[in-house]
């Protein structure tokens, strides 16, 4: 058993993001299974204010390449996330295949800090995350969604630390919801299941990174990421199932 | 505990198909769960030959609308999987967008049966199935591969059965590896995880399918599919994290 704790400052409206419960837990599971995630995918359970929080770690199995184990972060006796995942070290080399460039984006200077909501609290995460959108692409905070259920951009660490395989995780989930920008409601996008396969450790530098929706129907919502480093090298890929937007 | 059987004719050269495990022990979490998928995930520990299993579930979380649960399809002492579920029913109405129409593809009738493989035996489980794929993605049999990891085709089982949510879970991993019009290697490409999402109950008739490969390096490579019923609503999503094809 870990015990951790659920910082102040990563949460939107006073629950903490998805993506940042997912690194949490995925740091227990990666020290126990004595090696980074491969794929890692949470279910998420209740919404968690922040606090201290113990994760519970058991192992399935452990060979020579990969090892899976079993996660479930708690706070007292409510379990908010239970997660699944595979360990182990991607392998330089061997065949290489790529359908698609990284996202094309305007230079991280020339790029846009999301302004916060015209309602509500600003969300405390972006004082901790540099994030930097495609200029177009912040306009659903003014009521001006391109139409297209994408946001692309910059993430970086505020403090520039370095982004490793456990960051990945919650880079995966800390830009707004891609159905922002489609011209449905902005409202609650609750996460039912995030799943994050990790493909390499980034090089340093701010990551660039595509979010879309594809399809929207009977109450459910996908949301796709990827995720590059500053070399081009595709270093994460994540996708969620959500409920679809509802007035909060 | 759910008993449960492999049975013979769904196997790659012995070995069980990844989906028609995952569809086995999906079965016996939605009966636990008392609903259908909307989201699973499976992670593979190791090969199954035909014969008996065992199907363990246990309940995570039952609410009113989404049941959380995790399985373990084992065979005597040996897992074989482990899954991660959340269970419910999809809403019809509300909010919809989509981002991309179904694959467009020829006729059911137009579509080439793909031809057994050129050494080794012909994989049982295509007995099963009614799976033709666009002719041109055939190729990769004789030595042709497209060069883009991509393989669209039509979905339907051989004796008619209408395909439920669980059957979606076997039809996100029936085709032949996307990789293989890749011009890389044509061989063994293990399973480490799959996730598929179920968006709806498809309506009779085959399903339209599109399977394709991303980023394929360092030794892991991603498959996505994408499955929709023949009145156009996008019925699954899957993607899985395999490593990269190895000489059988």
């Known amino acids: ?73 708690r706070m007292g006796d409510t379990e908010i996330i239970r997660l699944l995942g595979t360990f182990g070290e991607q392998t330089p080399g061997g065949p ?25 609290p600003k969300p405390a995460m972006f004082e901790r995350l540099r994030i930097r959108l495609r200029p177009e692409d912040v306009g659903f905070r003014t009521g001006h969604p391109t139409g297209e259920a994408r946001i692309d951009g910059w993430f970086a660490f505020a403090d520039e630390e370095p982004v490793d395989a456990i960051a990945l995780l919650l880079a995966a989930d800390a830009f707004p919801p891609a159905v922002f920008n489609s011209e449905l409601p902005v409202a609650w996008v609750p996460t039912v299941e995030l799943t994050v396969h990790v493909r390499g450790v980034p090089v340093p530098g701010p990551l660039r ?25 595709l270093v994460a890929q994540s996708r969620q199932l959500a409920l679809a937007p509802r007035p909060i």
Do not use: Q
């Not at 295949?97 to 309602?119: H, I, M």
């Not at 990174?209 to 090298?233: K, M, N, P, Q, Y």
């Open 1 to 73: 058993m870990f015990d951790a704790e659920i910082k102040p400052g990563w949460d939107i409206n006073g629950n903490a993001n998805g993506g940042y419960l997912m690194a949490i837990a995925g740091r227990a599971m990666a020290e126990t299974a004595g090696r980074p995630p491969l794929t890692l995918t949470a279910h998420y359970l209740k919404p968690a204010p922040a606090g201290p929080c113990e994760v519970e770690v058991n192992m399935v199995r452990a060979g020579r390449r990969l090892a899976t184990a079993t996660g479930s972060l």
């Open 96 to 120: 290489a295949y790529t359908r698609e460039e990284p996202v094309d984006l305007p230079s991280y200077e020339d790029s846009a800090v999301p302004p916060p909501p015209t309602e509500g």
């Open 209 to 233: 990174c595509s979010f879309v929706s594809r399809f929207i129907h009977d109450g459910l919502l996908d949301e796709e990421g990827a995720i590059w480093d500053s070399s081009g090298t």
